[in-house]
Antibody, heavy 114, light 107 residues
């Protein structure tokens, strides 16, 4: 069974850092495009970042230079390092598999507030 | 950035009725187009990918069509579990972008 479980969310002050993790099972992160998508409270979906199987990475303009996506193939883990957090980064963060996002985790909530 | 505009914002229908959701792109997106369903408190679920391919496990009442800049999701006969929020997505150009969503609610 394909499963994705995010963790690492929480309450953080503006300017702080947080590292999100996404543990995958039932497939290998090394063999798939992997994504982070977020949803601000009461808002729609925003694609945050993607990592391709060849190692290429892309970021939305809103997070470029502040967030870094990475994968640990030995642990079958996807991560998102988030630095210089702002109030508008407050959202539920989902990891999703593949170019079509055919499997999603349940999400982890990040709240940026003083 | 490709902007996706979904219409209508809300669709009020009864079970058994046909639902037609529209998504227009500001630029041509080729085949890299998908539809997702989201229910309150849940993660989105992939329904349709590459314009018209149903994801595994998705009932045949869901179908996707369109080309270029205009795409449609059709639910042929609404079941109670289909009342939800629907998003379109383009992955032709980075940044991949979602539409703002269409809510299908019970009339």
């Amino acid at each position: 069974e394909v499963r994705l479980v995010e963790s690492g969310g929480g309450l953080i002050q503006p300017g702080g850092s947080l590292r999100l993790s996404c543990a995958a099972s039932g497939f290998t992160v090394s063999g798939n495009f992997m994504n982070w998508v977020r949803q601000a409270p009461g808002q729609g979906l925003e694609w945050v970042s993607i990592t391709y199987t060849d190692g290429a990475t892309y970021y939305s303009d809103s997070v470029k230079g502040r967030f870094t996506i990475s994968r640990d193939n030995s642990k079958n883990l996807l991560s998102l390092q988030m630095n210089s957090l702002r109030a508008d980064d407050t959202a539920v963060y989902y990891c999703a598999r593949g170019p079509n996002a055919d499997a999603w985790g349940q999400g982890t909530t990040v709240t940026v507030s003083s | 950035e490709i902007v996706l505009t979904q219409s209508p914002a809300t669709l009020s229908l009864s079970p058994g009725e046909r639902a037609t959701l529209s998504c227009r792109a500001s630029q041509i997106v080729n085949n890299y187009f998908a539809w997702y369903q989201q229910k309150p408190g849940q993660a989105p679920r992939l329904l349709i990918y590459d314009i018209s391919n149903r994801a595994p496990g998705i009932p045949a009442r869901f179908s996707g069509s369109g080309s270029g800049t205009h795409f449609t999701l059709t639910i042929s006969s609404l079941e109670p579990e289909d009342f939800a929020l629907y998003y379109c997505l383009q992955r032709n150009n980075w940044p991949w972008t979602f539409g703002q969503g269409t809510t299908v609610d019970i009339k």
